[in-house]
Nanobody, 127 residues
């Protein structure tokens, strides 16, 4: 399974961005997908997840601003980020959970629940 994240860039506070994560190999429709972010020197932080059946989970810091979706026909997951803040600046990683059918929503926030990770895409939000 390979993941390719894209869509990062430099934006101003208040702007929007949509990240994409294209997955090749495996059975995408059965996977859960997650987005995490990381700032240098800090631990990877959960952002959002969408389980195989479509249920979603969000970090409190992004609730109401970010949405996560998936297109099983395109083997792609998306992270729509609206009302971006300077503190959203980070490298964003998408990730695959092959055991989504057996995963509770609460478990989707843990990096250990995921099996494959993309290379990351940088999002920089300026004030």
């Amino acid at each position: 399974v390979q993941l390719q994240a894209s869509g990062g860039g430099l934006v101003q506070a208040g702007d929007s961005l949509r990240l994409s994560c294209a997955v090749s190999g495996g059975a995408f429709s059965t996977y859960g997908m997650g987005w995490f972010r990381q700032i240098p020197g800090k631990e990877r932080e959960f952002v959002a997840a969408i389980r195989w059946g479509g249920s979603t989970t969000f970090a409190d810091s992004v609730k109401g601003r970010f949405t996560i979706s998936r297109d099983n026909a395109k083997n792609t997951a998306y992270l729509q980020m609206n009302s971006l803040k300077v503190e959203d600046t980070a490298v964003y990683y998408c990730t695959v959970d092959r055991s989504s059918r057996n995963r509770t929503s609460s478990a989707t926030v843990r990096p250990s629940s995921y099996d494959y990770w993309g290379q990351g895409t940088l999002v920089t939000v300026s004030s």
